[in-house]
């Protein structure tokens, strides 16, 4: 759901099958290409095969793609010493051939099920870790961090809210939403130096295991701005009443901040719910389990006083 939630730019998906995996494995990294291999569900700008027990193969779907692949080559091997989840790290790179067109990367596997399908139950718990991980990568980014235009100032994606809440008008508290996305444009910007963002934190992209959460991957969004964007993963996903202890633990966020954490939130959860009615609509592009995550995360916002 990052960026390229309305790219259409997926020539290469139909290709992406096991025969082709298995002569990219064998053109350029024969040492693998005997392990098992399978697919993983869900990815929106990539198709992701586990290989063997602790990789995985994550090929780009579309264009834009490919840039990401390189930041996530780029930038994770950097970042994830100092996180205390696991996330998906490269280990071995793919390049355009005649085979594929776009690089591609193998990286670490994450055990765990998807959030937006298995959410984090253990509040507290929760809450305790994505505080810390939020914490350990939220440091003064470099100047050469990827830039993200779309996880800029909340102002200027007006017209992506307006857009998503009339599509889904039916299924949300609209007035509700409303008033949080107006007090959240008018909060106070972020003024200081931009920090490192995950840039996508939603509930299909983490992973939960007995409970909690247990990884957080695709790092497609991954480049420096404003911590708010993050932070509103504190209400999608997190149980009803953990945002407390999230931000108490994670304890830098003054009320500003957590005003425009609070329109990410909305704007994030009202995307969940359109991508979710696409999916129950059986449009293409459409997620049926993002559906109840989106409506479960503004019930939680809207919650917050």
């Given at each position: 759901m990052g960026d390229s939630d309305t790219d259409t730019d997926t020539d290469t998906d139909t290709d992406i099958d096991e025969p082709l995996v298995r002569r990219l494995l064998r053109e350029q990294h024969p040492d693998l290409a005997g392990l098992?291999?399978?697919?993983?569900?869900?990815?929106?700008?990539?198709?992701?095969?586990?290989?063997?027990?602790?990789?995985?193969?994550?090929?780009?779907?579309?264009?834009?793609?490919?840039?990401?692949?390189?930041?996530?080559?780029?930038?994770?091997?950097?970042?994830?010493?100092?996180?205390?989840?696991?996330?998906?790290?490269?280990?071995?790179?793919?390049?355009?051939?005649?085979?594929?067109?776009?690089?591609?990367?193998?990286?670490?596997?994450?055990?765990?099920?998807?959030?937006?399908?298995?959410?984090?139950?253990?509040?507290?718990?929760?809450?305790?870790?994505?505080a810390d991980f939020l914490g350990a990568l939220h440091v003064k980014a470099p100047a050469d961090a990827p830039a993200n235009p779309h996880r800029g100032a909340l102002a200027s994606r007006a017209d992506e809210f307006e857009r998503h809440l009339d599509a889904v008008a039916d299924r949300v508290d609209v007035d509700g939403v409303r008033a949080v996305w107006e007090e959240a444009v008018a909060a106070p910007e972020w003024t200081a130096p931009p920090v490192w963002l995950h840039g996508d934190l939603h509930p299909a992209n983490v992973v939960v295991a007995a409970g909690t959460l247990a990884g957080v991957i695709d790092f497609g969004d991954v480049c420096a701005g404003d911590p708010a964007t993050d932070l509103a993963a504190a209400w999608l996903l997190l149980p009803a009443g953990a945002a407390w202890r999230f931000f108490a633990t994670y304890a830098e966020a003054d009320p500003a901040t957590v005003g425009r954490a609070r329109g990410w939130a909305v704007l994030r959860g009202l995307s969940l719910v359109d991508i979710g009615r696409a999916g129950e609509q059986g449009l293409p592009g459409g997620r049926p389990t993002w559906g109840p995550a989106g409506r479960a995360a503004l019930q939680r916002v809207l919650a917050w006083s």
């Open positions: 098992p291999l399978r697919p993983v569900a869900g990815g929106w700008d990539h198709r992701l095969w586990r290989l063997g027990e602790e990789l995985a193969v994550r090929l780009p779907r579309n264009r834009r793609a490919g840039s990401v692949v390189r930041n996530e080559r780029r930038w994770l091997p950097v970042l994830a010493p100092q996180l205390p989840l696991p996330v998906p790290t490269p280990v071995r790179a793919g390049e355009p051939s005649a085979a594929f067109p776009r690089p591609w990367n193998i990286v670490t596997w994450v055990p765990g099920e998807p959030g937006d399908r298995v959410p984090a139950g253990r509040g507290g718990h929760a809450a305790d870790r994505l």
